[in-house]
């Protein structure tokens, strides 16, 4: 089955700067990316996401890039604030026949913007 | 418009019980999945559901099963509860097939067995 890799596990910057997270995939079938947000006692929060056709995509301050050769895609937030600190997954989505398809996540990756 | 639901918020049960976790999809959304999020980890899939069938199962064991209802809200039941199966419970529901592959998340059910 698909097997996702998140690194860093921790990742502390300063505010204002840029924090990147990378994430590799194992199934060449998987077509869809999606990145959460998931702050202290709440579910995760879809904040981007990209699609195997796509080569990047843009929302504001947070960018996601893919690599479909590599099976590698990152998430790229500038200009951080202290209110981006949250646990960020990374995901991808897996068809199963008739199914919508699953979600396979990473390990996570806990961001820290120090004021 | 009212996103993804959860109930309860917190559930304590003792090893061997049973527990019945619900979940109400966001408007306009027709699929449901089941994940478990053990503590420092990501979510792991339970399985899915889509008109009122289960469609895909992960790795769980059968004592994890479902519901999908006519109005599309779902339940998870857990049977002869192991202490290993505290986790936070996330439902996730998802759009109409075509329309996108978005999955949204709910709140969760942070259940523990002592």
């Not at chain 1, 698909?2 to 840029?18: A, M, Y």
């Not at chain 2, 959860?6 to 699929?31: A, E, F, M, W, Y």
């Not at chain 2, 790795?59 to 599309?72: A, I, M, T, V």
């Amino acid at each position: 089955g698909e097997n996702v890799e998140q690194h860093p596990s921790t990742l502390s910057v300063q505010e204002g700067d840029s924090a990147v997270i990378k994430c590799t995939y194992s199934d060449s079938a998987s077509n869809y990316f999606p990145w959460y947000k998931q702050e202290l006692g709440k579910g995760p929060q879809l904040i981007i996401d990209i699609r195997s056709n796509v080569g990047e995509k843009k929302d504001q301050r947070i960018a996601v890039t893919l690599n479909k050769t590599a099976k590698h895609f990152s998430l790229h937030i500038t200009e951080t604030q202290p209110e981006d600190s949250a646990v960020y997954f990374c995901a991808a989505k897996t068809d199963g026949g008739t199914s919508y398809g699953k979600l396979t996540f990473g390990q996570g990756t806990i961001l820290t913007v120090h004021p | 418009d009212a996103g993804v639901t959860q109930s309860p918020t917190h559930l304590i049960k003792t090893r061997g019980q049973q527990v019945t976790l619900r979940c109400s999809p966001k408007s306009g959304h027709d699929t449901v999945s089941w994940y478990q999020q053990a503590l420092g980890q990501g979510p792991q899939f339970i399985f899915q559901y889509y008109e009122e069938e289960e469609r895909q199962r992960g790795n769980f064991p059968d004592r994890f099963s479902g519901h999908q209802f006519p109005n599309y809200s779902s339940e998870l039941n857990v049977n002869a509860l192991l202490l290993g199966d505290s986790a936070l419970y996330l439902c996730a529901s998802s759009p109409p097939r075509g329309s996108s592959y978005e999955q949204y998340f709910g709140p969760g059910t942070r259940l523990t067995v002592t």
